[in-house]
């Protein structure tokens, strides 16, 4: 039984506008989450992270909303640029010292 | 500059055979995991250390096995390769102090012919 849900496989969106990327879980034990992206070949690189006392965390382009009824967070990222086409991560974690429970991905496609 | 390293970034290799995936880091973090990660997949844990002479299983079966000898180093041993493990293998570590963030390698990219 997966924990941690990305539904959507991919996502185009315009250069310029807002990508909303999408994480739904079910273990309301987790305290800890956290957005990676990842090129090909290469490893998951850290976007932001936002613990369970919060319901917003932005960093630059980036802002993680947790909604915490629903079990839901998101990723917005505003302005899109080209450099920003990459597969996102979503993952979760009971605490700091326990491991990350991760989600299978959303492919970002950023149109020029 | 701190850093965490994986070799070889690519193997291609025939069934059978024993290979050794390296991973190290300069960060000094206790924590180290190794995971299995195939296109949209998540990224599966497959062994974990939280410090010298430290490993266990993850999640996910594998036949592979690691060791800790040393806190900077942690590879990773089939030692039979077959089809079946054909995927990324990602290496990672954290500190796991006050947020559970991981810093990943390159990964390597095994197929097995």
């Known amino acids: 039984d997966q924990q941690v849900k990305q539904n959507s496989p991919s996502l185009s969106v315009q250069e310029g506008r807002i990508s909303i990327l999408n994480c739904d879980y079910t273990?309301?034990?987790?305290?800890?989450f956290l957005w990676y992206k990842k090129y090909p070949a290469e490893g998951p690189t850290f976007l932001i992270s936002i613990s369970s006392i919060k319901d917003k965390n932005e960093d630059g382009r980036f802002t993680v909303f947790l909604n915490k009824s629903a079990k839901h967070l998101s990723l917005h990222i505003v302005p899109s640029q080209p450099g920003d086409s990459a597969v996102y991560f979503c993952a979760a974690s009971v605490d700091s010292n326990y491991q990350l429970i991760w989600g299978a991905g959303t492919k970002l496609i950023i149109k020029p | 500059e701190a850093d965490i390293y994986q070799t070889p970034r690519y193997l291609v290799i025939g069934t059978g055979k024993k290979i050794t995936l390296e991973c190290s880091q300069t960060?000094?973090?206790?924590?180290m995991y190794w995971y299995q990660q195939d296109p949209g997949m998540e990224l599966h844990l497959i062994h974990y250390?939280?410090?010298?002479?430290?490993?266990e299983k993850g999640d996910l079966s594998s036949e592979s096995t690691v060791s800790r000898i040393r806190t900077e180093h942690f590879p990773l041993t089939l030692e039979s390769a077959r089809p079946s493990h054909t995927s990324q293998y990602l290496c990672?570590?954290?500190?796991?102090?006050?947020?559970?963030?991981?810093?990943f390698g390159p990964g390597t990219r095994l197929t097995v012919l």
């Open positions: 960060m000094g973090h206790d924590k």
């Open positions: 990672a570590s954290s500190e796991g102090v006050s947020v559970p963030r991981q810093f």
């Open positions: 273990n309301s034990m987790f305290d800890y």
């Open positions: 250390s939280y410090g010298v002479n430290s490993t």
